[in-house]
């Protein structure tokens, strides 16, 4: 086995970890997980929800997602801010495709490589990464059952 597909035989087992992380959350609309990666090492995740110190609930009454919830990229990205690890040319997995507001925060953390697992409507975000030099990679686990 080459080095390209034992790293895509990794890239899949990531975000198969960041889908059962989405699990955590509390949104009903949609559920998303985010790890960020660095020398195989698990150096940050997270979940979109609500920020610390609030409740659990991520949509209004009319089922609309409060503008306050945080996505997952966001909650791995400034969990590292209290932490000592350094995301410098690290890999961020994230279960769906980042937004734009998102791909500004992983430009300026030093991610270098974005693989995700679902494709959104909008491509804006990925389109910046992409104009800021980072790898992005789409992968759907689901395609790739057996490896």
């Known amino acids: 086995m080459n080095q390209e597909e034992k790293q895509r035989k990794l890239d899949i087992r990531y975000l198969r ?3 059962i992380w989405a699990e955590n959350s509390y949104c009903k609309r949609r ?4 790890l960020v990666v660095k020398d195989k090492m698990i150096i940050s995740d997270g979940y979109n929800g609500t920020p610390s110190g609030f409740e659990n609930i991520c949509e209004d009454d009319n089922n609309l997602t409060k503008p306050y919830v945080l996505h997952a990229e966001a909650n791995a990205i400034t969990k590292l801010a209290r932490s000592s690890n350094n995301s410098e040319g690290s890999t961020l997995y994230v279960t769906a495709s980042p937004c734009i507001e998102c791909a500004k925060l992983i430009i300026q953390s030093g ?3 974005v693989v995700y697992a679902e494709k959104y409507r909008l491509e804006d975000g990925i389109d910046l990464l992409r104009r800021a030099n980072i790898e992005v990679i789409y992968l759907n686990p689901n395609e790739h059952e057996s490896e």
């Not at 559920?31 to 985010?34: L, R, S, T």
């Open 17 to 19: 970890m960041a889908r």
């Open 31 to 34: 559920q998303v997980g985010a």
């Open 111 to 113: 991610i270098t490589r």
